[in-house]
C-alpha cells in the first residue's frame, strides 16, 4: 500500500512537471514575436560583451603585441599583474579617489534627482513645467568633452565663478580651483549633478505618474497637505524605483560614476595639482597601462573592477530581496 502511494506521488509530479513545462513553452510561443525582437539585441550583447571576454587572458601574462603574436604563445606570469597592482604604491590612493567620486555620485545624484522630481510633480501651470524640465535635461545631451571644457572654462582666473563670488565678497581673489586637489570632489559631485539630474528625475516623473491619483485625493480629504502627500504617498510609491536604480548605480561604484563620467571626466580635468584627487582606476589604467604599452595591467584592473563590481550587484540584489523590496534579478 505503501509502495502505491509512493508510485502514484512520483507519477503526479511527473504529470505536473510536464504540465508546467508544457505551459513555459505555450507562453514562449504565444510571445515569439517578443522573442525574435530580442534577437538582434542578444547578438548585440554575445559578439561586444561575452567574446571579449577571451582577452582576460592578458591578465596572466606579460602581453607584447608582435606581428606574429597570439594570445596563446605569451609568456604566462599567473597572478604576477594583480600583485604589482594591488601592491603598488599608488593603488590605494587611485582606490580611495575612486570609491570617494562614486559615493558623492551616488548620494547627490539621488538627492537631487529624487528632490527635482517632487518640485516638478507639484508644478500644475504645464508650460512651466516642461520649460524647467527642458531646461534641467539639456546638459545631459552634451558630451562630458564638451561639458568638461565649460566647467574648466568657468573655473579659470576670470571665469564665471571667481566673478561671481569676488562679487559676493566670497573671496578676495581669483582661485585657481582645478590647480588644488582638496577642491576637485567638490567639483566632480556638482558637475555630475548639473549634467545628469535633469534626465535622472524624468524616471522618478515616470514612476509618480505610476501613482494612483485617487490616493491623493483621499489624502486630501483627510487634511492632509503637499508635504505629508509627498511623505506619505510619493515617496513609498517611487520606492520601487529608487531599489531597482539603486542596484544598477552600485555596478559603477569602481567606475567613479554613471554614463561615462568615471573617466572622461576625471581625465579632462586633470592637472599636476590635482593628480592626487583625480587619478582613479580607469584613468590609472590608461596612463600605465595602455599609454605604457602594459596591457596586461590594464587588462587586471578591467577584470578586477568587472568582478567586484558584479560581486556589489549580486550583494545589494540579495539585500533587497531578503528585505522584500523590489529587485533587478
Not at 255 to 270: K, V
Amino acid at each position: 500500500m505503501q509502495d502505491s502511494n509512493v508510485s502514484t506521488a512520483i507519477s503526479d509530479s511527473i504529470v505536473l512537471k510536464k504540465k508546467a513545462r508544457r505551459k513555459k513553452w505555450e507562453k514562449l510561443k504565444s510571445q515569439r514575436q517578443l522573442m525574435l525582437m530580442s534577437v538582434p539585441l542578444l547578438i548585440y550583447i554575445i559578439i561586444f560583451h561575452y567574446l571579449p571576454l577571451y582577452g582576460w587572458l592578458m591578465a596572466f601574462q606579460r602581453y607584447r603585441p608582435s606581428p606574429t603574436a597570439t594570445m596563446f604563445n605569451q609568456e604566462w606570469v599567473g597572478l604576477e599583474q594583480f600583485k604589482f597592482l594591488f601592491t603598488g604604491a599608488k593603488f590605494g590612493r587611485v582606490l580611495r579617489n575612486t570609491i570617494g567620486m562614486s559615493l558623492i555620485n551616488l548620494i547627490l545624484s539621488f538627492i537631487t534627482a529624487i528632490g527635482l522630481a517632487l518640485l516638478l510633480n507639484e508644478i500644475k501651470n504645464l508650460v512651466i513645467k516642461k520649460t524647467v524640465q527642458t531646461i534641467s535635461y539639456l546638459p545631459y545631451f552634451l558630451s562630458w568633452v564638451i561639458a568638461a571644457t565649460m566647467v574648466s572654462q568657468a573655473l579659470l582666473n576670470n571665469g564665471i565663478i571667481n566673478e561671481i563670488l569676488l562679487a559676493l565678497n566670497l573671496i578676495d581673489k581669483p582661485k585657481l580651483w582645478l590647480a588644488e586637489g582638496k577642491y576637485f570632489w567638490t567639483i566632480f559631485g556638482i558637475a555630475n549633478v548639473w549634467k545628469q539630474v535633469g534626465f535622472n528625475a524624468i524616471i522618478y516623473l515616470g514612476a509618480m505618474a505610476a501613482i494612483d491619483p485617487h490616493l491623493y485625493e483621499a489624502a486630501e480629504i483627510d487634511g492632509a497637505g503637499r508635504l505629508k502627500k509627498m511623505r506619505y504617498i510619493t515617496l513609498p510609491g517611487i520606492k520601487s524605483t529608487f531599489v531597482v536604480l539603486l542596484i544598477m548605480n552600485v555596478a559603477h561604484l569602481l567606475s567613479a560614476g554613471t554614463g561615462g563620467s568615471g573617466f572622461e571626466f576625471q581625465l579632462l580635468l586633470q592637472r599636476s595639482g590635482n593628480i592626487a584627487w583625480s587619478e582613479t582606476i580607469d584613468v590609472f589604467a590608461l596612463r600605465y597601462g595602455i599609454r605604457q604599452s602594459n596591457f596586461s595591467l590594464a587588462t587586471a584592473a578591467g577584470m578586477f573592477k568587472t568582478i567586484v563590481s558584479i560581486f556589489l550587484v549580486f550583494s545589494v540584489n540579495a539585500i533587497a530581496k531578503k528585505i522584500g523590496e523590489e529587485r533587478l534579478i
